[in-house]
């Protein structure tokens, strides 16, 4: 129930297309809902965040989808570059308490966009 | 703002010897938390401190893990009588308290290699 199952496992684009990462979760206690982009040899930085009482939010180039009676939410980035090529993680916690740091992790989506 | 600072960027150490990996959260964070990743997966939550407290231990090993974020200096993570499975990538982050307390930001990971 604590498990987020994030596909797919890698990607492969043309710059400007659509690159589409989907994640799903169980425990309908989570309530914060981060995505956070790691370049190799670096530590994940928060790209964007949703919570569940709205269904989306867009920053830029990169908007989330969020369905809550599918428990699954998504990733969409618009007119992909090459510098976007990365590793994406989604994630979930519950937003209270002690709690709000202990982030449960998809395992990752490795992105490349081609030029 | 330095960002999360942790240190060592790479360690490797030998079977049965103590890693011992240091971070120092951002200025005005007073929460972090340290994080595992193993090749090809996601970050794995393992502890959650304040100063001179552990708020949440539970993705900790049992055994040979120990975490300590002291009222003065870095936090701490060690690791005694390494084996080859500790070998991993460490990831610290910070939060500020209140409002955005789930907010992580990340380090740049201390690379642990077990011979």
């Known amino acids: 129930q604590q498990q987020v199952k994030q596909s797919p496992q890698s990607l492969i684009v043309q710059k400007g297309g659509i690159p589409i990462i989907n994640c799903a979760y169980e425990n309908t206690a989570f309530d914060y809902f981060p995505w956070y982009q790691q370049f190799p040899g670096k530590g994940p930085a928060l790209l964007i965040a949703i919570r569940p009482d709205v269904s989306e939010k867009k920053e830029g180039r990169f908007t989330i989808s969020f369905n809550k009676s599918a428990k699954q939410f998504s990733l969409h980035i618009m007119d992909s570059q090459p510098g976007d090529s990365a590793t994406y993680f989604c994630a979930a916690t519950l937003n209270y308490g002690g709690s709000q740091g202990n982030l449960i992790f998809g395992k990752g989506t490795k992105l490349s966009v081609k030029p | 703002n330095a960002g999360v600072m942790q240190n060592p960027r790479h360690l490797v150490r030998r079977r049965g010897q103590e890693a011992r990996l240091r971070c120092s959260p951002m200025?005005?964070?007073?929460?972090v938390y340290w994080y595992r990743q193993l090749p090809e997966e996601g970050l794995k939550f393992m502890v959650y401190?304040?100063?001179?407290?552990?708020?949440?231990e539970s993705g900790m090993p049992k055994e040979r893990f120990s975490a300590e974020f002291p009222k003065e200096g870095p936090s701490i993570l060690r690791i005694q009588q390494v084996v080859r499975g500790d070998s991993a990538a460490y990831f610290c982050a910070s939060s500020p308290t209140g409002q955005g307390a789930n907010v992580l930001t990340f380090g740049a990971g201390s690379r642990l290699t077990v011979l």
């Open positions: 401190l304040q100063k001179e407290n552990i708020i949440d």
């Open positions: 200025k005005g964070h007073s929460h």
